[in-house]
T-cell receptor, first 112, second 115 residues
Framework: SQKIEQNSEALNIQEGKTATLTCNYT??????LQWYRQDPGRGPVFLLL?????KEKRKERLKVTFDTTLKQSLFHITASQPADSATYLC???????????FGPGTRLSVLP | GAVVSQHPSWVICKSGTSVKIECRSL??????MFWYRQFPKQSLMLMAT?????????EQGVEKDKFLINHASLTLSTLTVTSAHPEDSSFYIC???????????FGPGTRLTVT
């Protein structure tokens, strides 16, 4: 069956450092991989999407890589700030709304 | 752009009653809407996918007679929890997607508490 893992349930880093979150999956061939941010008691907010034929995507301080051979995506936040503290979810999308599955999330805390 | 609203934001109901939650795309037409449920400290679990004008597709293990979904227009989907029980207490979140665009835009969620 499909399985998605995110490197750790919680991650603490110091302000200004780069946060790196990992998403690994098995038994899946996603057309897209997406990253979302969720704050407590709120719905997720879309951050970035990367296609299966793309290696890297950037948006401001965010960078996503996608390795379909390793079945892994890395999500980086550079120059992290306390406001970046949230839960980050990766999601696999089979395309055309098929088999859209969220990972368990990583709770990031950026310490001042 | 791409704003999704939900109403109500929280609701408390008695066991055995029904509750309706509305999900609206405010500034775009959503060909597909999704309903999720999230328990504390867990990730989102997809309950069903609905396309405007057609019956919803439910995920395995989700009772379609208990969780009624109506996608009446391109901007409105409703989820009705029928004969609610305390174990239905959860955070229900909807999302909407534009045609041909893979990312989903989420509503703020509805906290349901069944007493």
């Amino acid at each position: 069956s499909q399985k998605i893992e995110q490197n750790s349930e919680a991650l603490n880093i110091q302000e200004g450092k780069t946060a790196t979150l990992t998403c690994n999956y098995t038994n899946y061939s996603p057309a897209y991989l997406q990253w979302y941010r969720q704050d407590p008691g709120r719905g997720p907010v879309f951050l970035l999407l990367i296609r299966e034929n793309e290696k890297e995507k950037r948006k401001e301080r965010l960078k996503v890589t996608f390795d379909t051979t390793l079945k892994q995506s890395l999500f980086h936040i550079t120059a992290s700030q306390p406001a970046d503290s949230a839960t980050y979810l990766c999601a696999l999308d089979g395309g055309h709304g098929q088999n859209f599955v969220f990972g368990p999330g990583t709770r990031l805390s950026v310490l001042p | 752009g791409a704003v999704v609203s939900q109403h109500p934001s929280w609701v408390i109901c008695k066991s055995g009653t029904s509750v309706k939650i509305e999900c609206r795309s405010l500034d775009f037409q959503a060909t597909t809407m999704f309903w999720y449920r999230q328990f504390p400290k867990q990730s989102l679990m997809l309950m069903a996918t609905s396309n405007e004008g057609s019956k919803a597709t439910y995920e395995q293990g989700v009772e379609k007679d208990k969780f009624l979904i109506n996608h009446a227009s391109l901007t409105l989907s409703t989820l009705t929890v029928t004969s609610a029980h305390p174990e239905d207490s959860s955070f229900y979140i909807c999302s909407a997607r534009l045609a041909g665009v893979p990312e989903q835009y989420f509503g703020p969620g509805t906290r349901l508490t069944v007493t």
